[in-house]
């Protein structure tokens, strides 16, 4: 004879389990959704650059005719030989890596001093000191021009490199010492207290502990430093002035006028201008991955 369990009132039934290939299932639609979104946004981003490519080698017949969406009749190369020897294409090129490398070298060594010193120094008033600098980061450019030609005008410094250089080393280092101290602040203190039981000095201590631990941090700032100097335009178009010391964005505003506008040559010289940062980009990107991981894992 079979008998029937019921449970009794009051108890707690079990729950229940969900299905692992519903929810893999879930998750892998998930996936998929994000993938289309991410891909669609890449190529929405890379149209501007399929135009830039197409008008490059465009004639400027053809743009005239047919507009800057139309296909080219024919390759034309009359623009990029163009840009090049108007502008003096490697004398930019040259002008503009020996700044944005120098403001990336030094902003990334003033950083590092100052945030030192806030970080780990403990000088007084120091959240008053990095609000300073955050502060720093916010003033828009156009507030700061007028100072800084005045004092260039003053002290000799006007149209020469040094001048953007020391400019830029400061305007890049105030954001670096912000980000900086702020790591900074968090570094654990058992290795600066042995350091110190080994009879380590505070020079000792910043090149022997703390730079090897900031690496990958440093060269992420040394990155962006270098890519953010390159692509400046407003500074160095009005302390700048002569052919000799102008960089590859002021070289390009060059080809335009008020009623005039070689659109085919303009292209051709963006797509000149832009294959140096593209191979900058492609060389580092693996230190700069490896930068965001480690201070991801941090």
Known sequence: MAVTLI????????????????????????????LAVVTIAALAMLVPFAFMLLNAFKSPADYSSGG??????????????TYWTTVNF??????????????????????????YALGIGRVRGRLWIVGLFLLANMLPQEALIYPLY??????????????????????????????????LSTFPRSLLEAASLDGAGKWTVLWRVVFPNLRPTLAVLLIFFFIWTWNEFLIPLVMLIDNQTQTIPVALASLQGDRLMDAPTT??????SLVPAILFFLIFQRTLARGITAGAEK
Not at 267 to 272: D, E, K, P, T, Y
């Open 90 to 115: 490697p004398l930019k090129l040259w002008n503009s890596a020996l700044i944005a490398g120098s403001v990336a070298v030094l902003g990334v060594v003033v950083s590092l001093l100052n945030a």
């Open 150 to 183: 005045y004092v260039a005008k003053e002290i000799g410094l006007y149209n020469t490199r040094l001048s953007v250089i020391i400019i830029f080393t400061v305007i890049q280092s105030a954001f670096g010492t912000y980000l900086l101290a702020s790591v």
């Open 7 to 34: 449970p009794a009132e009051g108890t707690a039934r079990a729950p229940r389990q969900s299905r692992p290939g519903r929810d893999r299932r879930r998750r892998g639609a998930a996936r998929w959704v994000v």
């Open 68 to 81: 800057p969406l139309s296909w080219p009749t024919e390759f034309y190369t009359k623009g990029l030989r």
């Open 267 to 272: 292209n051709a010289g963006s797509l000149i």
